[in-house]
Structures are given as structure tokens and as C-alpha cells.
């Protein structure tokens, strides 16, 4: 809306200065609403830590399209960005890396309706410090010799829960809790054996994907853990629905995706 005062000024200018306010008045409202706020709107998205990597290369190329569209992200274990989001952190979309934590905002009614898509899945592997020669297999996990293993913390991270998964399933479980070194995210997992903190990690393949300072010695068979899926949805308390909705329709385009595949991921998105 314009206020204009024109008092003591002749009316042809009277009139043009009310043209050009009704004129820009006019251009604003065409604008459509999505656009409006993909300009001017700071989306914040929680997103778990091994989506680092693709995201940002995926900001710059959605920041590129839209130069005036600021976005932030706030990194951290599922868990803990579920537990956020529950306790009213302004988030606009979350990205989880498994189901489960999505589920559990799902049954409180935080999610938009209609909003949740599957994004892409990963794999777990194990991996060692680049020069460890002693350990080959997840089998190896259980020698006497190795006495530290990094694991994601399993109630908040899923990683972790995935870890849990596979060593059970490999009867390796009671061998490997006491060695057990917990992070709480992924990233703190693949940290620890980059380090040599400790001699092995169980991590997402994503994580360990042309990296220096560690190798991958073993992939852990589909069939010992569940599939790993990253669901995405835009917060119901969002307060730029519309810029947040252009977002998440970027991240299930082809070119999007590929990104998404260029950094270890399995895409899901068939847009």
C-alpha cells in the first residue's frame, strides 16, 4: 500500500508521481507469491551431517538461479534436529536420515501435508586409517587386538542405529560394545578414525568417498541393516511456506539429484 501526499505540487506531477506509484504498485502484486519470498525469505534447513557435503554444492547451484534467495543450514545428528524441531526451532525443512525421526514429527502433526519425499539412499561401510594393515573385514572387529571402534551413539544417531543393525546381524555385537567409542553424529564417527583416534569406524560410504586420510576395507551386505532413506518435508510452523516449497521442488530435480549422486548417494527423485 502507498501513502502520497501531494499538497503544493501542480498537478502534473501530481499525476505522474500517482502513475508511477499505482504502475509499481501493480508490478508488485503480479509478482507471484513463491517468488516474492524465494527473494527475500531466509530458508533454514536441519538436515543431518552426511548431507553436508551435497547440500552446499546444491546451494550454489540453487543460489545461482535465484541470487537473491538466502539459505541456511543447521547440521547435526537426526535425533537431536528432531528434538529441535519438537521443541519449536524455526526450521523450514528437515532432512533426516532415516525414517524413524521423520515419523516421530509426522505423528506429532509438525509436517506439512504433503510435503514428505524420499530423497536418496546411502550405505554403510567400514573403514580404517590409511595405514592400518591389520584390519580387513568386519570380522576383524572382534580380535583382541583391536581395542577402539567408533560407532554412532544408536538412540540419536542413525548411523549408529545402522551400525547396530549389522553387528548384530553378524553376531559381532558382544565382541564389539566394549570397544565402542561413541560421536554423536556421523561426522564425529568418521573423525575419530581419521584422526586414529581409533582403528576402525562403521560410517556412511558417503562419508569415506575419496578421502585421504582413510580407506574403506569392507561393505557391510544390504541385507544386515534397513534401507537407508533420507525423507524430506517442510516444518507445518514454517513461516516462508511458498520459498520453502520452490526449495524442496530444486531438490528432486535431475539436477539436483545428480549432485546428490556425484557424492556417493543412490538418487530416489524420478523428476
Known amino acids: 500500500m502507498f501513502l502520497l501526499i501531494t499538497v503544493g505540487i501542480n498537478s502534473g506531477i501530481q499525476k505522474f508521481l500517482i502513475f508511477n506509484c499505482l504502475f509499481l504498485g501493480l508490478i508488485s502484486s503480479c509478482v507471484p507469491e513463491a517468488d516474492r519470498q524465494s527473494h527475500q525469505a531466509e530458508i533454514i534447513i536441519s538436515a543431518a551431517t552426511s548431507m553436508q557435503n551435497a547440500l552446499e554444492e546444491i546451494k550454489i547451484l540453487y543460489q545461482q538461479k535465484h541470487p537473491q534467495a538466502k539459505i541456511v543450514f543447521n547440521f547435526g545428528s537426526s535425533g537431536s534436529l528432531q528434538h529441535q524441531i519438537e521443541q519449536g526451532a524455526a526450521v523450514d525443512l528437515f532432512i533426516s536420515a532415516a525414517p524413524q525421526q521423520m ?32 584390519i580387513d573385514s568386519f570380522a576383524d572387529l572382534a580380535e583382541q587386538s583391536v581395542e577402539q571402534i567408533a560407532l554412532g551413539e544408536p538412540t540419536t544417531v542413525p548411523a549408529g542405529k545402522y551400525a ?74 514454517s513461516k516462508n511456506i511458498q520459498a520453502a516449497k520452490q526449495v524442496l521442488q530444486f531438490l ?13 548417494f543412490t538418487p530416489l527423485s524420478r523428476k
Not at 515419523?103 to 546411502?122: E, G, P
Not at 528432486?252 to 556417493?264: C, D, H, P, S
Open 164 to 237: 547396530q543393525e549389522i553387528l548384530t546381524s553378524l553376531d559381532l555385537i558382544d565382541e564389539v560394545k566394549p570397544k565402542a567409542i561413541y560421536g554423536t553424529d556421523v561426522r564425529q564417527v568418521f573423525n575419530y578414525v581419521a584422526t586414529g583416534n581409533t582403528e576402525a569406524g562403521i560410517v556412511y560410504r558417503t562419508e569415506a568417498l575419496d578421502n585421504q586420510e582413510v580407506k574403506i576395507v569392507d561393505i557391510a551386505p544390504e541385507n544386515t541393516y534397513s534401507p537407508i532413506v533420507y525423507p524430506v518435508a517442510i516444518i507445518k510452523q
Open 103 to 134: 515419523n516421530h514429527l509426522a505423528a506429532k502433526k509438525l509436517l506439512l501435508s504433503q510435503t514428505r519425499h524420499d530423497l536418496a539412499q546411502n550405505k554403510m561401510v567400514l573403514i580404517v586409517p590409511r595405514n592400518n594393515q591389520s
Open 252 to 264: 528432486l530435480t535431475k539436477e539436483a539429484q545428480a549432485i546428490f549422486q556425484r557424492n556417493g
